[in-house]
Structure formats: structure tokens, C-alpha cells
């Protein structure tokens, strides 16, 4: 992938606390925001240690279009790096005996012979109906089977042990339920060795997390498509990942059937200066129609609304789309050395305009290639993936009625 070649607030700060420089989000300009839900940050002070947070946190790293979050479990702790998702409730890893069951994975899997805090939940433990899914094997193990929607499948033991945060390995969660992987089928890299599940269903890692780090809150800023994969970025947990101030915008989230998911309202977009209605046909809008989800790269838009934006976006842009390149598929494509440069989509949430700049809507697949990071689905609803949530810092709040994404617009930095 190509490399990263301009810098945005968001990621710069993250780099400069892999450095130790004492920058973070000041909480005198902080605004009461009774919302919860999920926010960005624009102002950053230098402050003494003395009154910087005590967060809990945890590195993530881009690499082929996911995002790696680092976390340990077991004891002693073994470190894993899972997708972090939040289109999903699961922690699962792969775990010994596997043999062809599971993808090929780079670094050892994990053996729950080898910690002492490894156990098994039973089938009668009320923690087995915790997951839709958990079903008694004939020894009385709590099974589950878990997919995705990208054609991911995870067959394994229901599982408790101790989950280690931080490089400094200095805070655990104890008693964490997570899946003991030994069947895992799909599309997997050799370097994502399970997925972190970052949903707001009864078994995601937020909601584990409970009380224990401050109550279930926490924050990310994704590293921009074709960051290099040593740079770190943070996922921060509990009290002091409110993101808040002056800079902030705010959407509410919306409670649908599947409770699990952020689901947040579109109403339209923006190409420049020209509005795109999320409906052709009607002026109303579903709420809840779009959820964000750090899990799936492109956004994913209803076909009406796709076909619209590639139409206009082609009109906007001078140069011609390449049309004969089939390892493309149907993208709209543009055979250029540097990104395009534009034009800007704004993504209109209800209550929150989002300005996109190119790096977080024309992807590289390959050298010298940019292509629209969106696609399409017969579905009605859709998906903000994690091209157009990147370089944002992003905080989500699920104490307060699980009500609000408070996300703020990237501001450039020379």
C-alpha cells in the first residue's frame, strides 16, 4: 500500500504520545454535553503531567484496510491483535487444538492449558445465554457459533479469563467472557488472530467493561488508509476517554432491532455543493437508516443513493475514470500518482454535517490508482465504514441512554 503523505490533527496527536510529548484534550475547554454517545476534540493544550487523565488504553494499528487493537488475555498474559469492530459484540481469539480448522495466522495461537486463569462456562451458568448463540456440547461446554456478515464463520468454547490492557500491562479485567476459537473460516489477513467486539450487545467489551475503568465510554482515532502499520494509534477506555469542547458535533444514535449496532441517521450528502437526499423519491428519511461500523472499510450505501453519488462525483472530477481495468470491478476509479485532491463530500447526519477530505474517500488499491471508497447494497439501510471514520477522533458514551455520537471535523495540519 502506499504510504501515508499528509498529516491531520487526529493522528498527529496520537504520534506525538507514542513520543511522550505531554499534549492531550484540555478538560477546561469542555462543554457539559449530557448526551453521551460518541465525540471529537479539536482543542489540545500542553498541560503539567499533573492533570493529565488516567486513562486506560490500548494500541491500534492499520494494516490492509483493519484496524488491529492490542489487548492481552491469560495468565501470564499473551498478547493478541484482533479487529477492533464495533459492528460487532464478540471477543474471540484462535486457540489451540485448531489444526485445519482454523486460517493461517503469524504468531502462535493461543493455548488455554498454559494459563491459570482459563475456564470453561457450563451450559447451566446463566453466562451461556448471555450470547444468542451459546448452545451445550456433550460435556456440558458452553458452545457458540458467531459469523459476520462478510461470510466469517467462528466455531468454539464460551469461554472466562483475565484480560490485560496497555503496553504497560497494568490493568485487568477479570472473569472477561470471550470466544476460544477452534473452527474460524473467511476471509482473514496472517496477522488478525480474532476480533474484538466493541458493539453495544450484553457481551461486547464495553459493556464487560462496566464500571470497572469509570463506566462503559470510550474513544478511538483510526490512522488514515495506507498509514504504516509500526505508527500506533490509541483506543482509550472509562473516565477520561470523554471526548468534549468547543469543535464538537453531535448525532443521536438509534436503538433499532438488532440492539447491538451504532445506528445513526444520514440524510443526505454533499458533493461540493450539491446535495444528495438519502431518498430520490421521498422526503423522508428512516432514522437509524446507517450504522458505523470500524469492522467494514468502504461505506455502504443503499443503490439508489450510490448511484447518484458516483454520478455526480464523475461529474465533478475532469479527469476520465478508468474503464477497463477488471481487477477494479464496477468502482469508479481514477489512474492518478497523487490522491485527487477532491472534491469534498459532506456526510449530513441529523444534527452533524462531516466533512470528508480525499484521504478519507479516495482509497489506493494500487500503485497509482485512487478509487471512491463507497459501494453499494440492495439493502434500504447502510454502513459508515472505516475509510470515512478515519483520521476522526471519536468518542462513544453508552452510560447516558446510549443516545448521542458526538464526532468533530478533521482539521488539517502543514
Not at 80 to 86: C, K, L
Not at 259 to 274: D, E, R
Request: net charge negative.
Amino acid at each position: 500500500m502506499d504510504s501515508l503523505t499528509t498529516s491531520h490533527l487526529c493522528f498527529l496527536v496520537t504520534f506525538l504520545f507514542t513520543i511522550h510529548v505531554l499534549h492531550y484534550i484540555s478538560p477546561l475547554e469542555a462543554n457539559n454535553n449530557n448526551n453521551g454517545g460518541l465525540s471529537a476534540k479539536l482543542i489540545w493544550k500542553n498541560l503539567p503531567s499533573t492533570r493529565r487523565p488516567m486513562l486506560v488504553d490500548s494500541p491500534v494499528n492499520a494494516y490492509l484496510g483493519q484496524y488491529l487493537m492490542e489487548v492481552s488475555i491469560g495468565t501470564p498474559p499473551v498478547k493478541i491483535q484482533g479487529i477492533a469492530d464495533t459492528g460487532s459484540d464478540l471477543t474471540w481469539t484462535q486457540c489451540i487444538p485448531c489444526a485445519d480448522d482454523c486460517y493461517k495466522q503469524q504468531n502462535p495461537l493461543f493455548d488455554p492449558t498454559k494459563s491459570s486463569t482459563y475456564s470453561n462456562i457450563s451450559c447451566t451458568s446463566p453466562l451461556c445465554h448471555k450470547l444468542d448463540t451459546g448452545v451445550c456440547s456433550f460435556n456440558n461446554q458452553c458452545n457458540y457459533s458467531y459469523g459476520y456478515g462478510g461470510g466469517q464463520l467462528t466455531l468454539g468454547a464460551l469461554a472466562q479469563e483475565t484480560l490485560t490492557f496497555g503496553q504497560e500491562a497494568t490493568t485487568t479485567l477479570s472473569g472477561f467472557i470471550f470466544g476460544c476459537g477452534h473452527n474460524n473460516t473467511g476471509t482473514f489477513n496472517d496477522h488478525e488472530m480474532g476480533i474484538i467486539g466493541l458493539g453495544r450487545g450484553e457481551v461486547s467489551l464495553i459493556s464487560q467493561i462496566g464500571d470497572s475503568f469509570g463506566g462503559k465510554r470510550f474513544s478511538l482515532c483510526l490512522p488514515p488508509f495506507g498509514t504504516d502499520p509500526s505508527i500506533s494509534s490509541k483506543i482509550s477506555f472509562g473516565s477520561g476517554s470523554e471526548v468534549l469542547g468547543s469543535g464538537v458535533v453531535s448525532t443521536p444514535l438509534v436503538t433499532r432491532e438488532d440492539k447491538g449496532i451504532y445506528s445513526v441517521t444520514l440524510q443526505g450528502i454533499s458533493v461540493g455543493n450539491t446535495f444528495l437526499p438519502f431518498n430520490s423519491s421521498s422526503q423522508t428519511v428512516t432514522r437509524g437508516n446507517m450504522f458505523m461500523d470500524t469492522g467494514t472499510p468502504p461505506t455502504i450505501l443503499p443503490q439508489d443513493l450510490y448511484d447518484r453519488l458516483v454520478a455526480e462525483v464523475r461529474n465533478q472530477v475532469s479527469m476520465e475514470p478508468i474503464q477497463d481495468d477488471p481487477t477494479l470491478g464496477n468502482g469508479l476509479c481514477y489512474k492518478t500518482a497523487t490522491n485527487l485532491g477532491g472534491p469534498g463530500l459532506t456526510v449530513h447526519l441529523e444534527g452533524a454535517d462531516l466533512l470528508l477530505g480525499p484521504i478519507q474517500t479516495f482509497i489506493p488499491p494500487k500503485d497509482g490508482v485512487f478509487c471512491l471508497g463507497f459501494t453499494n447494497t440492495s439493502s434500504d439501510g447502510g454502513i459508515i465504514g472505516n475509510f470515512a471514520q478515519s483520521n476522526f477522533l471519536i468518542g462513544y458514551d453508552l452510560e447516558k441512554q446510549i443516545d448521542a455520537i458526538d464526532i468533530s471535523s478533521k482539521v488539517p495540519v502543514v
